[in-house]
């Protein structure tokens, strides 16, 4: 099974950015609907950002204007930029593809993100 890699997480400070990145093999983020995830202990997983093939992006309310979503097809990477961080974006940060074609969902491991002073 292929699986996404992630990496970029930490510990910052309030005000602070930090980018995620989330690795695959092939053409999967060139190929598919991409998003971003996160969950925080005893919360249910909530839906960031997602980078359509053609380009669009949507973003929550929680995170429009900090976070930005972004993707490099030759690296077949993805990419999430998040600035101006809160305590409240403390959470684990999960990578996803959605294969339209077959209704499957790749998953990364996910990365921890803890905003603290």
């Known amino acids: 099974q292929v699986q996404l890699v992630e990496s970029g997480g930490g510990l910052v400070q309030p005000g602070g950015s930090l980018r995620l990145s989330c690795a695959a093999s092939?053409?999967?983020?060139?190929?598919?609907?991409m998003n971003w995830y996160r969950q925080a202990p005893g919360k249910q997983r909530e839906l960031l950002a997602t980078?359509?093939?053609?380009?669009?992006?949507d973003y929550s309310d929680s995170v429009k204007g900090r976070f930005t979503i972004s993707r490099s097809n030759a690296k077949n990477t993805l990419y999430l930029q998040m600035n101006s961080l809160k305590p409240e974006d403390t959470a684990v940060y999960y990578c996803?593809?959605?294969?339209?074609?077959?209704?499957?969902?790749?998953w990364g491991q996910g990365t921890q993100v803890t905003v603290s002073s």
């Open positions: 980078l359509h093939r053609r380009g669009s992006t």
């Open positions: 996803n593809a959605y294969v339209a074609g077959t209704d499957y969902n790749y």
């Open positions: 092939g053409t999967i983020v060139s190929d598919n609907t």
